[in-house]
């Protein structure tokens, strides 16, 4: 907890640990309806998180926190490391393709001036 009323959380404004305040949710979606903090989501009834609105005391800025499960967490970030190896070896494919297409190229040419030759 934060000298000043509230917690050292990374507000993503100042992109650093700041003292942030909680708020009610609906002061940042304008949904009056919003006032569960127990969340699930409609495509995942599995996932289920803790929500809280938040209110950086440097900068301002509201933003809504959410609280997941640590197991969770490493499966997302083993998710993340993984897509990440998928578009490295998408590029990788996508440059050797085109590569092979020119080759492809410059073999149909060289074998279009052997047939000329016949």
């Known amino acids: 907890m ?3 009323g509230g917690t050292k959380i990374y507000c993503p404004s100042c992109e650093e640990i700041q ?3 909680a708020i009610p949710v609906p002061h940042i979606t304008y949904d009056s309806s919003d006032y569960s ?17 938040r209110r950086c005391k440097a900068c301002g800025e509201e933003f809504i926190t959410a609280e997941i499960e640590y197991e969770f967490l490493m499966e997302l970030s083993n ?11 998408a590029e ?10 020119k080759t492809l190229q410059k ?11 016949k």
């Open 37 to 53: 903090q127990r969340m699930y989501l409609t495509n995942h009834p599995d996932l289920n998180f803790f929500q809280r609105g």
């Open 79 to 89: 998710l993340r490391i993984a897509l990440k190896d998928i578009k490295e070896n």
């Open 19 to 21: 003292i942030c305040e």
């Open 2 to 4: 934060g000298k000043n």
């Open 107 to 117: 073999l149909q040419k060289s074998l279009s001036l052997l047939q000329a030759l």
């Open 92 to 101: 990788i494919y996508n440059k050797q393709t085109v590569d092979a297409q």
